[in-house]
């Protein structure tokens, strides 16, 4: 069984500021690790993924993310978040076998103001 | 342009019908999922289908209704037996490396 933890519910920060949202996760086997955006009444787009090698992760939108396998973590991390960044952002883990279960967290609110 | 889509956007639904939802994707994926999410919450799974003529219950199966009888289209029903049908649902399926790719959704309201 795997099983996903993001700390924080939501996460306040000014225009321009850094930001890191937490994602913990367990696993008895190898995984596979995604971060997804949720902007409001749309679908989830995928930002990155971690599947092996480089445990840095680059994505989409100026985002990285990097996977700790000691700490099993993947924090997703914006060195300087607009406006248009505020939405919810999930973690999501799963088996590195084919067709291995996709977990959820239960999301992050990331809300940016000036 | 590959992707999947959702219809409709909006629907509502009287006390005592059946609705459907449709779900139709072009990426050549075996895999399908329905998911319902509410307000401020994460997803929960509704059913999956792993493969044509196949499908399985997920977490929150009960009042709800699928079939897969064609690769691309992955049909949720909900039925007068799910007591709390207002939710946001979401389509999606599997690639390669086990990530799901979503449709918009389609937001559900009991009247």
């Known amino acids: 069984a795997q099983s996903v933890t993001q700390l924080d519910s939501q996460v306040p920060v000014f225009e321009e500021a850094p930001v890191e949202l937490r994602c913990n996760y367990s696993?008895?086997?190898?995984?596979?690790l995604f971060w997804y955006v949720q902007y409001p009444n749309q679908g989830l787009q995928l930002l990155l993924k971690?599947?092996?090698?480089?445990?840095l992760v680059k994505g989409i939108n100026g985002f990285e993310a990097e996977f700790n396998k000691s700490q099993t973590s993947f924090h997703l991390r914006k060195p300087s978040v607009h406006i248009s960044d505020t939405a919810e952002y999930f973690c999501?883990?799963?088996?590195?076998?084919?067709?291995?279960?996709?977990?959820f967290g239960t999301g992050t609110r990331l809300q940016v103001t000036l | 342009d590959g992707g999947i889509t959702q219809s409709p956007k909006y629907l509502f639904r009287k006390e005592g019908q059946n609705v459907t939802l449709s779900c139709e994707q072009n990426?050549?994926?075996?895999?399908m999922y329905w998911y319902r999410q509410d307000p401020g919450q994460g997803l929960r799974l509704i059913y999956y289908?792993?493969?044509?003529?196949?499908?399985q219950k997920g977490d929150i199966a009960e009042g709800y209704s699928v079939s897969r009888e064609k690769k691309e289209s992955f049909p949720l029903t909900v039925t007068s037996a799910q007591k709390n049908p207002t939710a946001f649902y979401l389509c999606?399926?599997?690639?390669?490396?086990?990530?799901?790719?979503f449709g918009p959704g389609t937001r559900l309201t009991v009247l």
């Open positions: 990426l050549n994926h075996d895999a």
């Open positions: 999606a399926s599997r690639g390669t490396y086990n990530e799901q790719f």
């Open positions: 999501a883990v799963s088996g590195d076998g084919t067709a291995s279960k996709l977990t």
């Open positions: 971690y599947l092996s090698g480089s445990t």
């Open positions: 696993s008895s086997v190898s995984v596979y």
């Open positions: 289908s792993q493969i044509v003529n196949d499908f």
